[in-house]
């Protein structure tokens, strides 16, 4: 369990409501064990998994809202990653033996440099982020997380894409072993995401490898996966193996799952229904006791990041190209 209580990071600003009730009696336990000397030494986050690394040197980055924040409980024991389970809190529960470190990526296709790449050397250089940002599912449910990341473009540009190099294709790990929920095909394995070029390389394109100013726990895609805040949250891949640079559209896991409900582009849009569900609104996680009466919130186009991201796709029918 690491314990902190520091009071020059960023995430230190933003006041987690939701986590309020929790951390309350968190404190009240930490004082209670003479950790904490007053009500003012209130630590800033918890992890609570073990193994998670403090990030150093982690600057704020541009695009962060003010929203508060969901609390680090939220976001490490409500996820997606079938790859642990279907249930929301199986990944939490059954993400304890996979080994994120250490970690070889490998790049392909398209650019001039290509081969295996260990992931510090990858990021060596870059600076570390914080990027505070919403992240709206595709199920309706929404929450906000304070991401430690580098932005995407600057990683990809270090293996000079070529000319050729149109859309970036990206696969997580397969490891049936570790990963209990790949032992069963309720999505063809290894999940597969991609972007195009040009989106995979605007500025709010987040490589993450932290959240609260730590490592990402097991069940957020450690050690690194893909943030891109103006899509539903199923582009966001999760522990990141390949990374292929590719002329042609590469295939998305749940595109091929159900190509009817699930598009290549996924762009958040209030105004496009799932076939199953309205698009309009979303439940943001902890704002409500037990999430039973979740505060909905109205669903912004482009996830409220149109005014940065809305000129990539002038032209397109946004209907059509969901
Ligand atoms: N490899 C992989 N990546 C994945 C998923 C998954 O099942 N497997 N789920 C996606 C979905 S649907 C969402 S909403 C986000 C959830 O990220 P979080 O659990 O960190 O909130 O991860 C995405 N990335
Ligand atoms: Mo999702």
């Known amino acids: 369990m690491l314990i902190r209580a520091k009071a020059d990071i ?20 930490l004082a209670a064990a003479g950790l904490v000397g007053t009500a003012r030494a209130t630590p800033r986050y918890v992890a609570a998994d073990g193994g998670q690394k403090e990030l150093n040197g982690v600057s704020r980055g541009p695009f962060s809202t003010d929203e508060p924040a ?10 997606n990653f079938y790859e642990f389970g279907t249930g929301k809190e199986d990944p939490h529960r059954n993400a304890g033996n996979f080994k994120p470190q250490p970690w070889t990526m490998r790049v392909q296709g398209e650019a001039e440099m290509t081969g295996e790449f260990d992931v510090e050397g990858l990021l060596s250089g870059v600076g570390l982020e914080e990027r505070v940002y919403r992240m709206r599912c595709v199920e309706a449910w929404s929450m906000v997380i304070p991401w430690v990341g580098v932005p995407l473009g600057e990683v990809l540009k270090r293996f000079r894409p070529t000319s050729r190099a149109k859309h970036v294709a990206f696969e997580t790990v397969y490891r049936p072993e570790e990963m209990p929920g790949q032992k069963r095909r309720v999505l063809d394995w290894p999940y597969v995401e991609g ?45 990141i193996v390949g990374i292929r640079f590719q002329e042609r559209r590469p295939p998305t896991s749940w595109n091929i799952s159900a190509p009817h409900e699930y598009g290549f582009y996924a762009n958040v849009n209030p105004q496009v229904d799932h076939p199953r569900w309205s698009q309009a609104s979303e439940r943001r996680i902890g704002s409500g ?6 505060r909905r919130v109205p669903t912004q186009m482009f996830n409220g990041y149109g005014e940065q991201v809305a000129h990539l796709y002038s032209g397109l029918d946004l209907r059509r190209n969901y």
């Open 289 to 294: 006791f037990s999430g039973l009466f979740a």
């Open 10 to 29: 960023p995430a230190s600003e933003i006041a987690p409501e939701s986590a309020w009730f929790n951390r309350r009696a968190f404190v009240a336990g």
């Open 195 to 239: 972007l195009t070029i040009e989106e995979a390389s605007h500025p709010l394109a987040l490589l993450a490898v932290g959240v609260y100013g730590v490592t990402l726990p097991n069940q957020n895609g450690a050690p690194l996966r893909l943030i891109v805040p103006w899509k539903y949250g199923f582009k966001g891949i999760k522990s």
């Open 70 to 79: 969901n609390s680090y409980e939220d976001i490490t024991t409500y996820n």
